[in-house]
């Protein structure tokens, strides 16, 4: 009886949780994509003859609430009651002028050349509005980055998918050598029982801890010690003594490797004693076992690792705030010239720009919305990571089925 | 009896302090077939491992004695581990192919330790599947997946691997157990033929099959050599009363 209401419990929980991530994930993709979808802009004409133009910004029954104009990062709004208003139209000549500081001006209509200011017209959509998608989504991405955190995403989306790959370089190699260690060659002693045991603790410490840690060993100590030797010439501007890629990515692959690495042992474990008996038995020694035998069948559980720890990468904000996650940076952390990615750039996150616009005063609901949008974006670099592994780990499982 | 390819002096195993063999001298003499039977848990297999040093394999296990490559002792000119297994080979109880092709199966032992070329490698997993009778029904198919073989051709896929990186003695570990009636009638003819090349040594829990391939018989029990002799005399006129029982099947 008791198992019997423990199964519907169990059971009962599991949609529970399986409801609460559908929900977050219908949240995450209206409001992101409500903040793509570029709000038309409304003339309405109200008791008294006043005419006002600005963004649709909110579409309720009892009102609506229009945006005139952002001046000096201040929004200008005006919320209209229904009640009041007498007519309403979208004109197609209605025009968006947009300054690269951040200023934004709402009007019925305007000459094509206002010095200073970039012209677009969101209701002359053309067929579906595609012209008003395909800005709108041009200019999520690709904008330039102004100063103050505000403009296109791309810069922060390029930097998360460089630090993730960059950690991915450095926690799998690594991982996959010290579970290769554990499983296959440690003896069970109380050294590598203490180890493992560490190893569980390790994934148990707050991110930000290892934030921290990183901050005071990899900028202070390391970051310190490699601009003497290798920059003194610009010293006392810091080249690798403050935060940057290369650190945020070992502060992650610090944070991934006891996923990595029991997942990989598991991998190991996983491959049928008879096979290293096999192999052995036709005279290979056990480096060759390791290398023509045991990687290859493990190779759905190191992708099964690789996958894991992407997506707990991917996730992480606050470490990174402390090693080199900016609002803003001029550059980016790769380039088209030699060394190709500069491992000492402070960048940008896409983690961190969703805290920024969610926290942030100015703008409201506009920048609430936009957070979601980013939220979607790095969701769907995750989903698009991970895919790719798990089509790879689709392939060869369908080919080592038959060994467990 | 001609100087033995293999031959054991007062082998014993310990493992973990427990002992499983001890003193077990033998001598397998070149192009036979010597059977070891014997109850489960009496120490065939290990005996086995103990030829090969695959009991590096556990822990604990300490080995005593001598093993005897043609009259040389292993131990003493430090032959490696991996050398000493490529030429005794070994074929386990349950079909262990690795995933993979058949080709890539028959050729593993050879990329190891030659670099052999395309040509050379073709001949020789050819011969090797030739030898191991299987060559005729998967010659149209080497790169197929090896684990989509019957268990009966996977047993022989593996004895091809085996031989193929040209072993003196084979030693195989129960190698019909897993397989059904018509394959162990295969391998049982397949190891007749193989005994002209090689030197055999075959653990089996089947009396009968003992009989029928060996041309030397030894009978442990509790991790001792108890009789060792030609087959023909020790099946009709076994000397001990222990060996006469478990032979007539009244063990116990």
Known sequence: ?????????????????????????????????????????????????????????????????????????????????????????????????????????????????????????????????????????????????????????????????????????????????????????????????????????????????????????????????????????????????????????????????????????????????????????????????????????????????????????????????????????????????????????????????????????AGGQYALQQAFACALVLLLLVLGLNGAAIAARFRLRARYRDLS | MSKAVLETVDLGLKVGGRVILSDISLAFPPQSVTAIIGPSGCGKTSFLRCLNRLTELWPQAKQSGKVLLNQVDIERTAMPYPELRRRVGMVFQRPNPFPGTIYDNVAYGMRLHQRPTRVELEERVEAALINAGLWDEVRDRLDDDALALSLGQQQRLVIARALAVEPEVLLLDEPASALDPISTLRIETLVAELKTRFTLILVTHNVQQAARVADYTAFMDGGRLLEHDESVRLFTTPKRQETEDYITGRYG
């Open chain 1, 1 to 361: 009886m008791l198992l019997r209401a423990l199964e519907r419990l169990a059971g009962g929980a599991l949609a529970v949780l399986l409801g609460a991530f559908a929900l977050i994930l219908c949240a995450i993709i209206y409001q992101g994509a409500a903040a793509l979808v570029p709000p038309p802009v409304l003339q309405v004409a109200i008791d008294g003859g006043e005419k006002i133009t600005g963004l649709l910004l909110k579409d309720s029954p009892s009102q609506v609430e229009l945006l005139l104009e952002i001046r000096a990062a201040k929004p200008v709004w005006r919320r209209i009651d229904r009640s009041q208003i007498l007519h309403r139209s979208e004109p197609a000549d209605a025009c968006l002028l947009s300054a690269s500081d951040g200023r934004l001006r709402v009007q019925a209509s305007c000459r094509s050349d206002e010095p200073g200011w970039s012209v677009s017209y969101p209701n002359a959509g053309g067929m579906l509005g595609l012209q008003r998608w395909s800005k709108a989504i041009s200019d999520f991405l690709l904008a330039p980055v102004r100063p103050d955190g505000q403009g296109g995403i791309g810069s922060a989306l390029v930097s998360t998918f460089v630090l993730v790959l960059v950690m991915t370089l450095l926690v799998v190699p690594f991982g996959i050598g010290v579970a290769l260690y554990l499983a296959e060659y440690a003896a069970d002693t109380k050294v590598t029982r203490a180890l493992r045991l560490t190893l569980a603790n390790l994934a148990a410490v707050p991110p930000v801890v290892f934030g921290l840690f990183g901050l005071g060993l990899f900028v202070h100590v390391f970051g310190r010690q490699l601009d003497q030797w290798l920059y003194a010439e610009r010293l006392p501007s810091p080249t690798f003594a403050t935060g940057g890629l290369l650190w945020a990515s070992l502060v992650l692959a610090l944070l991934t490797l006891p996923v990595v690495v029991v997942a990989c042992e598991q991998g190991f474990r996983r491959v049928p004693q008879r096979l290293r008996e096999a192999s052995l038995a036709l005279g290979a020694t056990q480096t060759e076992t390791v290398l023509r035998v045991l990687l290859p069948a493990a190779r759905p559980a190191l992708l099964t690792a690789l996958i894991l720890a992407v997506a707990r990468a991917s996730a992480e904000v606050a470490p990174l705030l402390l090693v080199g996650a900016v609002r803003y940076a001029a550059q980016l952390p790769i380039s088209s010239e030699a060394p190709f990615v500069h491992l000492e750039r402070p960048f940008m996150h896409l983690g961190y720009r969703v805290l920024d616009l969610a926290t942030s005063s």
